[in-house]
């Protein structure tokens, strides 16, 4: 399977920040994986996911692919389906926003919701993959990608690791990645380590997420976290771990927007504000690489409103507003 819109997948660039991370103490560079096709890095295991099932005869022309989702996967899987020519449909629940929702529908998605969490955990992600089981049992050729067990998850973002190795002589200190399956932690390790690589794994993780054994807290920031540890999560995938809160997340972003033009989603926010965290460790002249995992425009009534950040966190605009002092050393 080649040619059209998905030979656009993947090969995305790398750009230097060097606005939000002035001075010469690190190289901090960004993948911006906003700029494949359908707006994430989830258009590689989408795609990698798919066409893996159906080399396998997992999938045929009448096969019904069904997956929980509240953004990235599920649009980059309705691209895929859309492509293929095989229906797909998307489990949601009331936190997927409108936006997604709209996107799904425009690439001839159906939407099945959720309205309730799961009786037991009292999640809205078990009660998606409970649904899914249920639909794959009224469906008489259905497929369930699974994007937190599919090991093909993890194989699609082993080439996102090469990419950034190549581009960088294999030069790369530190590698900050959010965490939400392990898919691109996992890829990204895995072939630092076949590799010979010396890049240490930074893992970037939400506060109320239970992947690295915190304690689940509500989090309204989605797009890094998990209420429930996904299979293809392994103690030792990454060196560090950094927790990062909701509002360190919209603070990220929204230094990325104002110093760098860079409009991207949550986790990206959490991946800048780890590094920055980290900053005043982390060695002199360390190449860093941050992997920006989406585009900020699915997040313009949340993050990037300022009404929405008030009403839930109050006037904070100055974590992100510049300085004198900030405008002067961009400048220079």
């Known amino acids: 399977m080649s040619g059209g819109i998905i030979s656009a997948i993947g090969s995305t660039p790398l750009v230097r920040l060097s606005r939000i991370f002035p001075g010469d ?76 929702i709209r996107l799904l529908k425009a690439y001839g998605a159906q939407v099945d919701e959720v309205t309730e969490p799961d009786p037991h955990t009292g999640e809205f992600l078990q009660a998606r993959l409970n649904r899914v089981t249920e639909l794959l049992t009224l469906t008489r050729s259905g497929f369930w990608p699974n994007q937190y067990a599919n090991p093909n998850n993890a194989v699609a973002h082993y080439e996102t690791m090469r990419e950034i190795a190549s581009a960088l002589a294999d030069k790369v200190d530190f590698l900050f990645c959010a965490t939400s399956t392990c898919g691109t ?79 991207a989603g949550g986790s990206s926010g959490a991946v800048i504000m780890a590094i920055e965290r980290l900053r005043p460790t982390l060695p002199k002249g360390a190449v860093c690489v941050a992997i920006l995992a989406d585009r900020g425009e699915r997040y313009i009534d949340t993050i990037y409103s300022d009404e929405w950040v008030e009403e839930h966190f109050g006037n904070v605009s100055h974590l992100w507003e510049e300085t004198e002092e900030t405008a002067c050393m961009m400048a220079h």
């Open 185 to 263: 932690l996992r890829g990204c390790s895995e072939y630092a380590r076949e590799s010979g690589l010396d890049t240490k794994i930074v893992a970037v993780d939400a506060l109320g997420s239970v992947i690295f054994g915190g304690e689940r807290a509500k989090r309204l920031v989605p797009g890094h976290g998990a209420a429930v540890r996904p299979a293809l999560f392994s103690d030792d995938l990454a060196d560090q771990c950094v927790h990062v809160s909701d509002i360190e997340c919209i603070t990220g972003c929204r230094r990325l927007a104002r110093r760098e033009a860079i409009l």
């Open 25 to 100: 103490e690190l190289t901090v560079w960004g993948k911006l994986e906003a700029l494949n096709p359908g707006g994430s890095m989830k258009d590689r295991p989408a795609i990698k996911i798919l066409s893996e099932a159906m080399k396998a005869g997992e999938i045929s022309s009448g096969t019904t692919v069904i997956e929980s989702s509240s953004g990235n996967m599920g649009i980059g899987l309705a691209q895929a389906c859309s492509v293929l020519g095989v229906k797909f449909i998307c489990v949601v629940d009331p936190k997927t926003t409108a936006q997604n």
